[in-house]
């Protein structure tokens, strides 16, 4: 037996018992907990919005049976109630992303590099944060999750080609922003 298959048939035996609930939790409880906190970048609120998926998932349980795919449908309530609790998105100004590529700067090589590593993922997660909500949800399904297009297309309720082309254009975005503090920080004009 397929491990979605296992997954589907314990979130239908959740009807029956709060065993089968138990195992589909666990199996899934990090795939929805990463997508909420994709949306809503807050450790609290995307706690709180995987356990108001899972009570979702209770509700809506006997739909289960002819959904193909456990895992994306799944993602796709997931996304819906984080998006459902999305205050508006903290601002980051450019100076905190140019406070952080200052230092990434000043860092050396060496034994250093993992910190590097860190504070360029830090940067990268800051001007994430920056882009509008319909560039940084699908860049956050393929980065975080991994998700396929098919699958993003799913949860996102949208077609393919617009999930490939968000993707390619906030890719496109972030490396502009990237290359712009780097070159005002290196002095290259």
């Known amino acids: 037996m397929s491990g979605q298959a296992i997954v589907s048939e ?10 089968g609930l138990e195992l589909a939790v666990r199996e899934h409880a990090r795939l929805v907990y990463r997508v909420t906190y994709s949306v809503l970048r ?7 919005a995987t356990q108001e998926t899972f009570i979702r998932v209770l509700r809506y349980r006997r739909q289960l049976i002819g959904v193909r795919d456990p895992r994306t449908w799944l993602a796709r309530i997931a996304w819906r109630v984080a998006a459902g609790r999305r ?21 050396t090589a060496g034994a250093e590099a993992i910190v590097l590593q860190k504070e360029m993922s830090g940067l990268l997660e800051k001007l994430m944060t920056t882009l509008p909500a319909k560039l940084r949800g699908p860049l956050a ?24 082309s968000a993707l390619f254009r ?3 975005v972030l490396r502009e922003r990237l290359a712009t503090i780097l070159d005002s920080k290196h002095g290259t004009q």
Not at 87 to 107: F, H, N, W, Y
Request: no cysteine; proline share 3%.
């Open 10 to 19: 314990a979130i239908t035996m959740a009807g029956a018992d709060e065993d």
């Open 141 to 164: 399904l393929s980065m975080v999750e991994e998700l396929s297009t098919a699958d993003m297309r799913a949860v996102l309720g949208t077609s393919e080609a617009a999930v490939r």
């Open 42 to 48: 807050n450790h609290h609120d995307a706690e709180d």
């Open 170 to 172: 906030s890719r496109q």
């Open 87 to 107: 205050r508006k998105p903290p601002e980051v100004s450019l100076g905190d992303v140019e406070a952080i590529a200052v230092q990434l700067r000043s860092m």
